[in-house]
């Protein structure tokens, strides 16, 4: 496999003119501002193969935003280097915006005055699309995307749902290799969700579409990723298939036994199991895969006790993101 | 290219049409300020100042008009245009395309401009004919160089926009010098009150400034203050000054794409 996009010792500092509090401070900020580094992006390598679904993931100010900014060349990195298809975006950044595309959840690249059209046949001409291929593409888009409906409405009438899906077409208009999604299923409803994510898994089955994803919906996470880049503080912190780093993270169980009568005069202890909460007749029981199956631990369980209800729990994913802010 | 900047335009003519409330206060305002200017120097002329010296009446009365209609004309909008993306990080949108930022806002303000035509010009000056009767050209010739000097009016105008909408590349808070940038231009341009009025050595400074080959060259050669040998060396200084700016703009903005801080995210 080829590396669509490879990312190498990418470091970015800024320089943050702190403004002091109060009047006097204010006005000795002005006079002479006291600058501070800041480090956005300390040291990230990781490089991206045609046709992954990458989720890119972090806390707020973790470096997300800095990372995709270099990688689209808009942002000049302090030092390292960034390759989109073999291409530096700081050295020919016309050349790599023409096979990226970009979707921000937050803003929009529409006209907000005029019908949704019109962005798109901008778009045309700016990308030199030529007509028959503008119109193949769109007519595909639009099949996925049910553009029809509101093609010709002016884009600040359209709902949240639909400018969205007007935004994901526009930036695969002209059919690029690479799409940057920055939280694009943010303020959506459960269906536009996963219209959206719907797209997304086509655009990737049907073209080979690489796809980087920087989202806080974990949901987008699990359903259309296969690896996460995980950062934190300007560094990598996990990079991996995201069963491995759910494994990883997150060894524990849970089974929740839910008991028949109140459970004073019984002993609820096991060996391979300690009881983390304990509510009613419910209680939960914390148990290491490595150590014992659920299935052991069930006929152990329900050998001396009565028990009505049982269920295991899986950690998901966010389980598993919590422990990497937590712990880095 | 080419298509895409004409497809901006367009866009931006539509989405001036779309807005006819707007449109409409837009008329009035600059009606009001025609007028009142108009009748400024009405009554400065009636008190039989030193005025008439340099100039007569009707040629003050035509020179007001024509200037708040080039006023209107002369969208110059990449200065706020710049400014206001910069703020809300929306610039990154426009980065990511393959297509010149500069050329891309050029063509937006042409949009404008070409809106402003029916939107703004020609009912000015509709108006003004009437209550003014029509302020004509000093001679054919004069309108024939009137119109190239407009552009190259133009180009000063947006270039002095653009550079200065490029300091929110530095800056974020670029308010202020905007305005300054806008108050001295409406002075020393002689949108207002012509630099022939001016004192000698303001006269002289002004001279070697951009700012009075932005309104006064094209309203002197209109009305016929300057002859046509004069007009075209004002011209020829217009475009020194074009291609000035443009080298400026362009070491600036090499030196902006660098710089580039997007907000939030």
Not at chain 2, 88 to 107: F, K, N, S, V
């Amino acid at each position: 496999m080829n590396a669509v996009i490879e990312v190498k010792d990418l470091v970015k500092e800024y320089m943050i003119a702190k403004k002091g509090r109060g009047l006097r401070g204010s006005i000795r900020s002005l006079l002479m501002p006291k600058k501070t580094k800041v480090c956005a992006v300390d040291g990230i390598s990781f490089s991206i193969a045609a046709g992954e679904i990458v989720g890119y993931i972090g806390p707020n100010g973790a470096g997300k935003s800095t990372t995709i900014k270099m990688l689209t060349g808009i942002l000049h990195p302090t030092s390292g280097s960034v390759r989109v298809c073999g291409i530096s975006p700081q050295e020919d950044r016309k050349a790599v915006v023409g096979k990226l595309g970009v979707v921000f959840g937050q803003r929009t690249q529409l006209y907000w005055d005029l019908r949704l059209g019109e962005s798109f046949e901008l778009l045309r001409r700016i990308y030199q699309i030529d007509k028959a291929a503008y119109e193949a593409s769109l007519a595909v888009l639009s099949d996925v995307l049910k553009l029809d409906e509101f093609i010709d409405t002016p884009v600040r009438q359209l709902s949240l749902g639909q400018r969205m899906r007007g935004d994901l077409a526009a930036a695969m208009l002209h059919e690029p290799s690479v799409l940057f999604l920055d939280e694009p299923t943010i303020g959506l409803d459960a269906d536009a969700k996963h219209a959206i994510r719907g797209f997304i898994k086509e655009m990737n089955r049907e073209r080979g579409l690489t796809v980087i994803l920087t989202t806080h919906d974990l949901d987008d996470v699990e359903q259309l990723c296969s690896r996460l880049v995980v950062v934190n503080h300007g560094r990598v912190v996990e990079d991996g298939p995201i069963d491995a780093i759910i494994a990883k993270l997150t060894p524990h169980r849970l089974l929740v036994a839910e008991l028949e009568r109140p459970c004073e005069d019984l002993d609820l202890d096991h060996p391979a199991a300690t009881i983390v909460r304990q509510e009613g007749l419910k209680v939960w029981y914390q148990f290491e895969k490595s150590r014992i199956t659920a299935a052991e631990l069930i006929a152990d369980l329900s050998g001396k006790l009565p028990i009505r209800d049982l269920s295991v729990k899986e950690p998901d994913i966010e389980d598993a993101i919590r422990e990497v802010y937590k712990t880095t | 290219m080419l298509q895409a900047y004409l497809y901006i335009a367009k866009m931006k003519l539509l989405t001036n049409l779309t807005y006819r409330f707007e449109w409409l206060t837009s008329i009035f305002t600059n009606l009001i300020l025609m007028l009142a200017s108009v009748f400024i120097w009405q009554a400065a002329y009636r008190g039989g100042g030193g005025a008439g010296e340099a100039l007569s009446v009707d040629d003050m009365v035509t020179y007001s008009i024509l200037s708040s209609t080039l006023g209107a004309l002369f969208v110059c909008n990449v200065q706020d245009t710049i400014y206001v993306k910069m703020r809300e990080g929306q610039i990154a949108t426009d980065l990511y395309r393959p297509l010149p930022l500069l050329g891309g806002y050029l063509a937006d303000d042409i949009g404008g401009m070409l809106s402003s035509i029916l939107n703004n010009a020609i009912p000015l000056f509709l108006f003004a004919a009437l209550f003014f009767g029509f302020p004509g050209p000093a001679d054919p010739l004069s309108l024939a160089l009137f119109i190239p000097s407009c552009l190259l009016s133009y180009g000063i105008l947006w270039l002095l926009s653009a550079l200065v909408g490029m300091v929110a590349f530095w800056v974020m808070e670029l308010g202020n010098m905007g305005m300054v940038k806008d108050v001295i231009l409406r002075v020393l341009s002689g949108a207002f009150v012509p630099i022939w009025f001016f004192p000698g050595p303001v006269q002289t400074v002004s001279a070697f400034l951009p700012f009075q080959y932005t309104y006064q060259t094209p309203l002197g050669i209109y009305i016929g203050r300057v002859g046509t040998y004069e007009a075209l060396g004002d011209m020829a200084v217009q475009a020194v000054w074009i291609a000035l700016l443009a080298l400026l703009l362009a070491a600036v903005w090499r030196r902006a794409k660098t710089k580039t801080l997007i907000q939030g995210g």
